[in-house]
């Protein structure tokens, strides 16, 4: 009887759990649910511990502004990681800077158990740090972003394979090809292999969605990319006539006329811009000043 009590305890204990992990209560790792749910006791402590030692990391966090005083009120106004938890600021490059490793690895810590696939590129500078810990931990996460990505991937690709008209489908695999492709864990030939499963997929997407401009804009971004200039200006043409004022067909046409060495037409491009009055973001205005 003691015995079903008691497994009956762990269980509304291991429910209550999962409720709080998924309803983000609990900050803990989420390799810790599983190993509640299975390890009586011993699993729970080890889930309570956990829970502990993140909290306790984002206490260390907010002391970060202890330090302001001495690296000076600018370079501590960039937050680096704002995510669920609007409390949460670790400005961890400025933290590197104080050459405080205790206070580097916390806010560390609270990266990973955020979103770090939004700080690849902070990752990377991690890894070049003199702090062999910190070096692991951005390291691994490098790995398990980069794994991640693969895998989901590779789970839309089998699904276009079996359903090659699904625009929806076809959609999250434009969507999770462009971010690895964009977030800086690639480059050379794996870049560029992952640049042909994106045209792929964006040539079965644009005839199927033709009102939807923006994936005719991408995929002409990648083709250029890829040296792929074949029919590109009869499509940026057609884009023109049909988008006289969008800002988006110039910047793909100087960007296209720069790729094929064409400066004089990148000229001509910028001067029917003036002329007609294309309006652009504040995006968009810093990157005519450069052309201009």
């Given at each position: 009887m003691a015995v079903i009590i008691f497994f009956a305890l762990h269980t509304v204990f291991s429910i209550c759990m999962a409720v709080l992990k998924l309803t983000h209560r609990l900050k803990s790792r989420n390799m810790t649910l599983p190993t509640a749910c299975l390890l009586p006791v011993c699993g729970m402590i080890t889930a309570l511990v956990d829970e502990w030692q993140v909290r306790h990391g984002c206490l260390g966090v907010r002391k970060v502004d202890d330090y302001t005083q001495l690296q000076g009120d600018e370079a501590w106004h960039r937050e680096i990681v704002g995510t669920y938890d609007d409390a949460l600021t670790v400005p961890l490059e400025e933290a590197m800077t104080v050459n405080d490793s205790h206070v580097s690895r916390k806010l560390m810590m609270k990266l990973l158990h955020t979103s770090p696939e939004n700080y690849v590129e902070l990752l990377k500078k991690v890894t070049t740090s003199d702090d062999v810990e910190l070096t692991h931990y951005a390291?691994?996460?490098?790995?398990?972003i980069q794994s991640d990505y693969e895998r989901k991937i590779g789970e839309l690709l089998d699904r276009v394979e079996r359903t090659p008209d699904d625009v929806s489908v076809l959609m999250q695999c434009t969507s999770r090809l462009k971010a690895y492709i964009d977030s800086g864990l690639i480059s050379d030939t794996i870049l560029m292999q992952y640049r042909l499963r994106l045209d792929e997929i964006l040539s079965a997407l644009c005839p199927l969605v033709p009102d939807a401009v923006r994936f005719e804009y991408e995929c002409i971004e990648n083709r250029i990319m890829?040296?792929?200039?074949?029919?590109?200006?009869?499509?940026?043409?057609?884009?023109?006539?049909?988008y006289p004022e969008d800002g988006r067909v110039y910047m793909l046409y100087v960007q296209y006329y720069y790729s094929t060495h064409s400066g004089g037409k990148i000229e001509d491009t910028l001067r029917r811009m003036k002329e007609r009055g294309v309006y652009l973001d504040s995006a968009g205005k810093e990157w005519l000043q450069v052309w201009t």
């Open positions: 390291t691994t996460a490098m790995m398990e890829l040296e792929k200039y074949e029919g590109i200006d009869k499509r940026l043409a057609a884009l023109e006539r049909k």
